[in-house]
């Protein structure tokens, strides 16, 4: 029988009408909840986070070095978020600089210099069936989804190489036409950024908390980069006293995702993966609703701790 959390949970999921996906683990207890865990959902930027653990794993191999510096170029910069698409070639930066921008404002042109660094999707791909996580398929770079979605508007902008697009930019649209390319694109006939479960996140989530899919130091730095994310519109916005590292991954108002670990002095740490999609009603009722059910996560996670 579903407890009183799961009830309150699925009430407020089915308050917003959006394909839901959550994965909750309370660490301290090792239970658990799920609700369409396994489905595979599009991941928007919380892929970024397999990337950013094949970046780790690289480098305890020692095949890559976090201090190696790369000068900015036109075909690495990209649209959506993110500063280095408006900073002028030239700039030198790390790739520590490049993995942390990636996750804490999700830059998409620092994104695909770390993709380039571990050698492309397909690497992430192989690291996560390494780690035994078959449920988290790396469909492409930054780039990739960038020209496809072009391409959705104006098929010539598909041929277009990085630099080219990134100078073309996308078409003269009108507000709706904007929004109606985007909702089309979504509904209709795009294709996803990546594509995983709410439940292989979260256990890529639960791996990095316990220096388990990388060294003690890469995990360790890769939960910090975590904890120092800029969003706070969804899990952490209603619990100030609590630690939340986590990621966001968005094409709004269709996918509000947000994905992290809840750590506090009054209980052990809580995951929460939650993958949305499909809907058309108002964003910011989405992002209040996924605060909403990480305030309850949190408060019962306290409760049973201290219980």
């Known amino acids: 029988m579903p407890s009183e959390l799961e009830r309150s949970l699925r009430r407020l999921m089915l308050g917003v ?3 839901w996906a959550l994965y909750v683990k309370f660490t301290g207890s090792g239970e ?8 595979m959902m599009d991941t928007m930027s919380v ?3 397999p990337l950013l653990a094949t970046l780790f794993r690289a480098c305890d191999r020692g095949a890559l070095d976090l201090a190696k510096t790369y ?3 036109t075909r690495f910069k990209r649209f959506g978020t993110g500063v280095l698409q408006v900073m002028d070639d030239g700039m030198v ?6 993995a942390t921008l990636m996750i804490i404002e999700s830059d998409n042109s620092a994104t695909d210099y770390c993709y380039d660094a571990v050698g492309g999707p397909d690497a992430v791909n192989e690291t996560m069936r390494e780690l035994g996580l078959a449920d988290i398929d790396v469909m492409g770079d930054g780039f990739d989804w960038f020209s496809a979605f072009a391409a959705s508007i104006d098929p010539a902008l598909g041929e277009l ?7 073309a930019g996308y078409p003269e649209l009108s507000p709706a ?16 950024f990546s594509r995983a479960t709410a439940r292989c996140i979260g256990q890529l989530l639960e791996m990095i908390w316990n220096d388990e899919c990388a060294s003690a130091e890469s995990c360790a730095a890769m ?3 975590l904890g120092r994310q800029i969003s706070r519109s969804r899990l952490p916005k209603y619990l100030p006293e609590a630690r939340v590292a986590h990621k966001t991954g968005d094409f709004n108002p269709f996918i509000a995702n947000d994905v992290g670990v809840i750590e506090s002095h009054e209980a052990a740490p809580i995951i929460i993966s939650v993958l949305v999609a499909g809907h058309r009603g108002l964003w910011e009722n989405l992002e209040d609703t996924i605060a909403r059910m990480a305030e309850k996560i949190w408060e019962y996670g306290v409760y049973t701790q201290r219980g």
Do not use: C, M, Q, V
Not at 32 to 39: K, L, Q, S, T, W
Not at 161 to 167: I, N, Y
Not at 177 to 191: K, L, Q, S
């Open 177 to 192: 036409e904007w929004e109606a390319a985007r909702e089309r694109y979504h509904f209709e006939t795009g294709r996803p």
């Open 223 to 225: 939960r910090e980069i």
């Open 71 to 73: 000068t900015l170029e």
């Open 161 to 167: 190489s990085p630099a080219a697009l990134f100078r």
């Open 47 to 49: 892929i970024k986070i």
């Open 32 to 39: 658990e909840i799920a609700f369409n865990a396994d489905a």
């Open 17 to 19: 009408r959006a394909d």
């Open 93 to 98: 930066f790390s790739l520590r600089d490049a």
